[in-house]
Structure formats: structure tokens, C-alpha cells
């Protein structure tokens, strides 16, 4: 079973820095592409950015050069580091772990820049 538990979302001014932490259980871990997914309201959930296990990474055009995302095998965790956030980034932030044809899902984490 997996299992996934995200932190540190909150409230930033435009400009600002938030990251976001995603720790998983499970067996499978290591062998899934993880990564972070967002949903504004009224909009559907879309790609922020991925991680394989061996590091190669992949960002939606909105966050690059902004965002980055890593990953410690060590400790299964995922971060994403958000710099520059600007208030179209605001949305609930969902981690995800894909193995074979599976989605799993954290329960997500707010994020809302203002001023």
C-alpha cells in the first residue's frame, strides 16, 4: 500500500517562496516516477513537474526556470521548490507516484499567493 503525505504549502506574496514536501511508504517507491500535480478552482488538475528515480526531470512550460523538483531515495521523499511564485500558481498541489499504470495520490496542500 501506498502511501503519500505532503507539507508545506501556505500563503506567499507574489514574488515569494514556498516548498512543498511529499513523503511516501511503501515497497514501491524507488521504482516510480513521483512528482506534483495542481488544481485551481474551477480548472482541471495539470502537470507541474516529474521526477524519475534516477533524477531526470520534467516541468510544465508555466513553472520552468521557477520551479524545482527533487527527490532523497533515501528517505522517499519528493520536494518542489517554488521561487518567483506568482498568483496564477495558486491552487491545491497534489503529489503523485506512478508505478506501471497506477496513480497514487497525496491528499493535498494549499498554496495561495497574494497580497
Known amino acids: 500500500q501506498v502511501q503519500l503525505v505532503e507539507s508545506g504549502g501556505g500563503l506567499v506574496q507574489p514574488g515569494g517562496s514556498l516548498r512543498l514536501s511529499c513523503a511516501a511508504s511503501?515497497?514501491?517507491?524507488?521504482?516510480?516516477?513521483m512528482g506534483w500535480y495542481r488544481q485551481a478552482p474551477g480548472k482541471q488538475r495539470e502537470l507541474v513537474a516529474t521526477i524519475t528515480g534516477g533524477g531526470s526531470t520534467n516541468f510544465a512550460d508555466s513553472v520552468t526556470g521557477r520551479f524545482t523538483v527533487s527527490r532523497d531515495n533515501a528517505k522517499n521523499t519528493v520536494y518542489l521548490q517554488m521561487n518567483n511564485l506568482k498568483p496564477e500558481d495558486t491552487a491545491v498541489y497534489y503529489c503523485?507516484?506512478?508505478?506501471?499504470?497506477?496513480?497514487?495520490w497525496g491528499q493535498g496542500t494549499q498554496v495561495t499567493v497574494s497580497s
Open positions: 503523485n507516484l506512478k508505478f506501471l499504470a497506477t496513480d497514487y
Open positions: 511503501g515497497s514501491i517507491v524507488r521504482l516510480s516516477v
